[in-house]
């Protein structure tokens, strides 16, 4: 829970925030099959988180997209979500993007990746359209490659 010195002592030492939005709507979204008191309490947290993470990129608060998948219906294959989540924050799309491919990697020591550019690893997701005006395409990719290497074929 961010309150404004927290925000104010991550900006001036150029902390990253990883909100990882997942965790928490992963309870949120699986609601029928879980008791209502853990629902509700999911459901104040995660206004409580989205009201301070907002606060923070309105500070200028590096973002970058992570979503601690494994936790309870937190899967590694919606990654995707957590990208619709930070633009309703108010991230513009670009900046979604960029906090899950350039902005993570740079957080994580990776300068080889998330960037699209010689020299640099090719990983990469193809989607059918342009995530820049659709975010939801990242859901269904049409081809993955890690370091050139097609994944799944």
Same mark, same amino acid.
């Given at each position: 829970m961010l309150d404004a010195q927290t925000i104010r002592v991550i900006k001036?030492?150029?902390?990253?925030?990883v909100p990882t939005f997942c965790a928490l709507h992963g309870l949120i979204d699986n609601a029928a099959v879980l008791p209502t008191d853990v629902v509700e309490r999911a459901t104040?947290? +995660?206004e409580k988180h989205h009201e301070g993470v907002r606060a923070a990129y309105k500070a200028g608060v590096?973002? !970058? %997209?992570? @979503?601690?998948?494994?936790t309870p219906f937190n899967?590694?294959?919606?990654? +995707?979500?957590?990208?619709?989540?930070?633009?309703?924050?108010?991230?513009?799309?670009?900046e979604a993007? !960029? %906090?899950? @491919?350039?902005?993570?990697a740079d957080v994580i020591g990776r300068p080889k990746a998330g960037r699209i550019a010689a020299g640099m690893?090719?990983?990469?997701?193809?989607?059918?359209?342009d995530p820049t005006r659709d975010l939801g395409l990242m859901l269904k990719p049409k081809g993955v490659w890690i370091r050139g290497a097609p994944v799944g074929s």
């Open positions: 001036e030492n150029d902390v990253a925030l104040q947290a +995660a590096r973002i !970058a %997209a992570g @979503t601690d998948a494994g899967y590694h294959a919606g990654f +995707a979500h957590e990208l619709r989540y930070l633009s309703e924050i108010g991230l513009t799309r670009e993007l !960029a %906090a899950a @491919t350039r902005v993570a690893w090719a990983d990469l997701v193809l989607v059918d359209g």
